[in-house]
C-alpha cells in the first residue's frame, strides 16, 4: 500500500493527506474523512485481506461480516475514484 498518505487532523476533521506532492500543478486537494472512515483507513494500514478487516470490524463494532465488508468495499471505491491506490501500484 502507498504510504505517502497520512491523516491529520485539523477543526474537527480528519483530512487525508499526499504527503508526497510537491505543490502547484499536480496539488491533490486534502480528502476529509469522518471518523468512521478514519478508522477504516487505519485499519487498512495493517495490510491485511479486505475479509480479514471485515472480521475485526464485525467483532468491534457488533454488525454482520457482510455489512462491514460492503462497508469497507465501498469505502476503497471511494477512495480509488479519487485516485488513491491502495495496492502502490
Not at 485481506?49 to 457482510?66: C, K, P, V, W, Y
Not at 471511494?78 to 485516485?83: D, N, W
Request: proline share 3%.
Amino acid at each position: 500500500m502507498k504510504k505517502t498518505y497520512q491523516i491529520r487532523r485539523a477543526a474537527g476533521i480528519n483530512w487525508l493527506l499526499d504527503m508526497s506532492q510537491k505543490g502547484y500543478p499536480e496539488y491533490q486537494k486534502p480528502v476529509p474523512l469522518n471518523d468512521s472512515a478514519a478508522y477504516l483507513w487505519n485499519l487498512l494500514q495493517e495490510n491485511r485481506s479486505i475479509d480479514e478487516l471485515a472480521d475485526r470490524l464485525s467483532r468491534e463494532q457488533g454488525i454482520a461480516h457482510e455489512t462491514a465488508l460492503c462497508d469497507i468495499e465501498e469505502f476503497v471505491q471511494q477512495l480509488e475514484s479519487r485516485g488513491i491506490n491502495l495496492t502502490g501500484k
